[in-house]
């Protein structure tokens, strides 16, 4: 999985060129994992995958990666996951959930990532992860970035 968070990354870096090839958007019933999101902040880079287990259920992993100097990504490292409680095929599942809302907070954590950057605190920078359930008629969304130095909309928010 960590080679398919890495080929996302490439692919988004191209697609800010116009170039990049479509990355998997449907998650099916197989165990193959797809690329459910990606987000690029400057030369840090996060993958959203997800894959169904051999037990059936439906997991998330979260890898990152930083931009070297040439523009290529080094390899993708496991950041987070785990099983996610839904099923996110059924259409039935999600509305039980959503309750007539277009979206809600699904999932959020924090962490401490090693990212060596030069603004990092001791190569360090604390990581806030939230996860959004939206109904499958939203067709995108804007998403604000509030955090000190933010440059504003935040990537990752089309769906």
């Given at each position: 999985?960590?080679?398919?968070?890495?080929?996302?990354?490439?692919?988004?870096?191209?697609?800010?060129?116009?170039?990049?090839?479509?990355?998997?958007?449907?998650?099916?019933?197989?165990?193959?994992?797809?690329?459910?999101?990606?987000?690029?902040?400057?030369?840090?880079?996060?993958?959203?995958?997800?894959?169904?287990?051999?037990?059936?259920?439906?997991?998330?992993?979260?890898?990152?990666?930083?931009?070297?100097?040439?523009?290529?990504?080094?390899?993708?490292?496991?950041?987070?996951?785990g099983v996610?409680?839904?099923?996110?095929?059924?259409?039935?599942?999600?509305?039980?959930?959503?309750?007539?809302?277009?979206?809600?907070l699904?999932?959020?954590?924090e962490?401490?990532?090693?990212?060596?950057?030069?603004?990092?605190?001791?190569?360090?920078?604390?990581?806030?992860?939230?996860?959004l359930?939206?109904?499958p008629?939203?067709?995108?969304?804007?998403?604000?970035?509030?955090?000190?130095?933010?440059?504003?909309t935040?990537?990752?928010?089309?769906?």
């Amino acid at each position: 999985m960590a080679e398919l968070a890495h080929v996302a990354l490439t692919a988004t870096s191209v697609q800010d060129t116009g170039a990049a090839p479509a990355l998997p958007t449907r998650f099916g019933s197989a165990n193959k994992a797809v690329v459910a999101d990606t987000c690029v902040r400057a030369n840090l880079g996060f993958a959203l995958l997800f894959h169904r287990r051999k037990d059936g259920f439906v997991a998330d992993e979260l890898y990152f990666s930083t931009r070297e100097d040439d523009g290529t990504w080094a390899a993708a490292d496991h950041l987070s996951g785990g099983v996610t409680g839904i099923e996110p095929t059924s259409p039935r599942d999600i509305a039980a959930i959503l309750k007539g809302r277009s979206m809600m907070l699904y999932d959020e954590s924090e962490t401490d990532l090693p990212t060596g950057r030069p603004q990092a605190d001791e190569g360090y920078e604390l990581l806030r992860s939230y996860t959004l359930l939206v109904d499958p008629e939203t067709d995108h969304l804007d998403i604000e970035d509030t955090t000190d130095g933010a440059s504003g909309t935040g990537a990752g928010a089309d769906q």
